[in-house]
Structure formats: structure tokens, C-alpha cells
């Protein structure tokens, strides 16, 4: 399967898709089913290390709005989401001097939790404004991901100074929704549609509001943090996980070194080197995506070996096999006894 390239590089911070998940879960959906068909693990999740892909995210928000059959989903999950899970930004944000820093820190470190969208503050006058847009089309996961972020922001603007805000003024890049009434216990203001991009407008005055939570030593120690995962993200900085993201995107038809350099505008050569500089290979990088992708094919689905093997890019069933007990000391249809007998509360099969 071939996805815009855009598609395929790290840009959503994992942190993001454990508390959907969550949050599906106490609506009673079973986590195997929310990731059925998304190409995600429990166990990659749970790796902060491993930015998601926006194809990936995309099919987990999919699955959620299946799964949960509201399309308030997005103003569910902004809703809940704890300033902890922000991270660094978050921390830096909170401990900001007045609202005005605090949104200076969002807006220059927004990328290093949700890479496809973009921030920017715009002050200098009696009304300053927040605007998110969107660096490339987001489609059919739109809404839900602008209505999460519009909740998420104004919900850190009232920790900071807390207290409600007030009437605001929001502007949304899409039409009216059958579901926009419900609008009004989240945004408490004015709401215009069919806007140029999602803003939120608020008093100039706000800017200088002192935060509650204002601390000049963890802000210093947070913005740290901040700029040291910036510069990571470099040139070169997070390569591993582009190649990582680019081969979860795709399902058997795996490239090879060659195929993924070309696909990055870089020499064969010169990716091994980067590579080697992030401490691994593009064959380890491989391994580990079908590594993750053979556990989830065995734990959740019914599928034969065979088509197990062909989806992960193995022309030679017995190839697999090898490989897997490599990986985990047991054949695949061991592998898949064992877990099923954890699933059904009984001791693995040895």
C-alpha cells in the first residue's frame, strides 16, 4: 500500500493514543477490538520513544468513532487529557510567568507533540487570537482532531489561570455539524463556521494574566527539556523513527535499504550511516516493525500462518517461522496457543 509521504512521518506523540484507548475503555470496548485492523500494540504504544505516524492515528481515531458511535469523540478525549500528558511543553507551559509566556511555549513546541498541525499566537492588539492550522489535509479524521485540540487549549488556559474564560470566540474550518449544539458545554462563546482555520480569539488582556502555577525553576528545567527534543528532531535527528513509521505504514511489501533511501532523497549508503549514528540498522529497524506486527496477527486474529507470513513480506512460510522463534524461542502456532490460553485465564502453553 502506498500513502502520501507525509502520512508516514513520526508526528503524534503516543501519550495521545494510550488516553484514547482509555477512554474507549471505560466506555466498555474492548482494546483488542479498538486496534483490530490499525496495525498498533499495546506494547508500541506504551514506547515513548516511538512517535505514531498520522496513518496510524488516523486509524486508531476511525476505529474509536466506530467503536464508540459518538461523534463527540475528539471533544471527549481534549476533555480529559491531563497536562502530564503534554510533557515537557506541558510542564513549561504551567510554570510560564503569565498566559502570554505559556502560549509562547505551546506555539513553539507544539511540534513535539502533534507534528501535523501548526500554531500561531497573534497579539498586538485589544482581541489576540490562536490559530491551528493544519499542515497538510487531515480528511476524515478532521474534526475530531480540531474539536480535541479547541477543547485541550482552552482547558490549559483556564488551569493557568483558574478560572473559566469567559466568552471566546471560535472559529471553525468546517461547516456546521448535526452534532454543533452540543458545542455549547464546551466552548462557552461565540462560534463561527466555515472560517479559513480553526481559532480561538480571546481579550488581549489575558496575555498578562499570571499563571498560579508560575515556578521560574521548573520553567527553566522544562524549557530545557523542550529545546534539547527540538534540536532532536533535526536533520538526521529522528530518522530512525521516519524509517520506522514508513515500513508500520505499509503491510508486506516492505522496501529494501535501497527502496527506503530513495524514498528519504538519500544515498543507500548514506542512510546506513545515519542509521548507525542512531545506534541501529535498517534490518533491525525491519525486524523490530515486523516483530510487533507478528504478535498482533497471532493475539488478535485468525489468520493462517501462511497469509501471517505473506503480510509481514515473507515469501517462504518456513522463513518466517525460523525468524519467529528467533524472536521468541517458540514457533508462531505455539506462540498463539500460549496466548490464547493467557486470554482465556489458564497457564501459557509451554
Known amino acids: 500500500m502506498t500513502v502520501p509521504a507525509h502520512w508516514v512521518q513520526p508526528a503524534v506523540h503516543p501519550a495521545y493514543a494510550r488516553l484514547l484507548c482509555m477512554h474507549l475503555r471505560k466506555r466498555g470496548v474492548e482494546l483488542s477490538r479498538l486496534l483490530s485492523g490499525t496495525g498498533l500494540t499495546w506494547p508500541q504504544l506504551l514506547d515513548a520513544s516511538r512517535s505514531l505516524s498520522f496513518a496510524q492515528m488516523r486509524r486508531l481515531i476511525l476505529s474509536a468513532l466506530e467503536l464508540s458511535g459518538s461523534p ?31 502560549l509562547d511555549v505551546i506555539v513553539r513546541y507544539s511540534v513535539l507533540r502533534a507534528s501535523m498541525l501548526d500554531m500561531r499566537l497573534l497579539t498586538g492588539g485589544p482581541v489576540a487570537c490562536l490559530q491551528i492550522r493544519e499542515r497538510f489535509d487531515l480528511g476524515d479524521v478532521r474534526i475530531p482532531i480540531l474539536e480535541g485540540t479547541s477543547v485541550l487549549l482552552v482547558q490549559v488556559l483556564e488551569a493557568l489561570v483558574g478560572d473559566a474564560l469567559g466568552e471566546l470566540e471560535y472559529r471553525v474550518p468546517y461547516p456546521a455539524a448535526p452534532w454543533h449544539a452540543a458545542y455549547a458545554s464546551r466552548f462557552s462563546g461565540t462560534i463561527v463556521f466555515d472560517a479559513a482555520c480553526m481559532e480561538i480569539r480571546f481579550p488581549g488582556a489575558l496575555l498578562a494574566a499570571p499563571c498560579l502555577t508560575a515556578d521560574p525553576l521548573a520553567y527553566a528545567a522544562a524549557l530545557r527539556d523542550c529545546e534539547q527534543a527540538l534540536a532532536q528532531r533535526g536533520p538526521g535527528g529522528d530518522l530512525a523513527q521516519q524509517v ?10 516492505y522496501p529494501g535499504c535501497d527502496g527506503m533511501a530513495d524514498e528519504l532523497h538519500m544515498s543507500a549508503r548514506t542512510l546506513i550511516r545515519k542509521l ?75
Not at 85 to 96: I, L, Q
Not at 246 to 253: P, Y
Not at 335 to 341: M, V
Request: charged share 25%; net charge positive; proline share 5%.
Open 276 to 350: 548507525k549514528q542512531c545506534g541501529t540498522s535498517y534490518q533491525a529497524l525491519l525486524d523490530e516493525v515486523r516483530k510487533e506486527r507478528a504478535q498482533w496477527f497471532l493475539r488478535h486474529t485468525g489468520l493462517p500462518v501462511e497469509t501471517i507470513a505473506e503480510r509481514l513480506g515473507y515469501l517462504d512460510t518456513s522463513n518466517f517461522g525460523r525468524t519467529f522463534r528467533r524472536w521468541f524461542g517458540v514457533s508462531p502456532k505455539e506462540f498463539r496457543a500460549g496466548a490464547q490460553a493467557q486470554a482465556r485465564g489458564g497457564p501459557p502453553h509451554d
Open 72 to 102: 463527540l469523540l475528539g471533544m471527549e478525549i481534549g476533555a480529559s487529557v491531563p497536562v502530564s500528558a503534554h510533557g515537557p511543553v506541558g510542564y513549561a507551559a504551567m510554570a510560564s510567568k503569565d498566559v502570554g509566556q505559556a
Open 244 to 253: 520506522r513509521a514508513r515500513l508500520a505504514a505499509r503491510e508486506g511489501d
